[in-house]
């Protein structure tokens, strides 16, 4: 299985990033895909989820409204769609797949050590400048 993200950079306050998850090796309805986030000397922060068979979301309130998970089960991707970003939102973006949704759940939203994801990619930075 591998992961892999793109479409991070540098964006100032009120813009706009989507970036994208390539997965391969995995079939997508088997996993629960999941973005979190981690910036300097601060632990992961999950983002969201997504489920793979049936799309179904869940975001964290840090996010919500302005940002958006979707998934083309076609092309094997999955995207993250990051609006009004603020400075806050600074950080590496991963992301992370996993069978086990209540495994996802609690590296993503509940402090769980992200050691016990099945999968997750080597990120893609996101700088929001004031």
């Known amino acids: 299985v591998q992961l892999v993200e793109s479409g991070g950079g540098l964006v100032q306050a009120g813009g706009s990033l989507r970036l994208s998850c390539a997965a391969s090796?995995?079939?997508?309805?088997?996993?629960?895909i999941g973005w979190f986030r981690q910036a300097p000397g601060k632990e992961h922060e999950g983002v969201s989820c997504i489920s793979g068979s049936d799309g179904q979301t869940i975001y964290a309130d840090s996010v919500k409204g302005r940002f958006t998970t979707s998934s083309d089960k076609a092309r094997n991707m999955v995207y993250l769609q990051m609006n009004h970003l603020k400075p806050e939102d600074t950080a590496v973006y991963y992301c992370?797949?996993?069978?086990?949704?209540?495994?996802?759940?609690?590296?993503?939203?509940?402090?769980?050590?992200?050691?016990?994801?099945?999968?997750w990619g080597q990120g893609t930075p996101v700088t929001v400048s004031s």
């Open positions: 090796g995995l079939s997508f309805d088997e996993y629960h």
């Open positions: 992370a797949a996993d069978r086990d949704s209540v495994e996802l759940m609690a590296v993503m939203f509940d402090g769980a050590d992200k050691r016990y994801l099945e999968h």
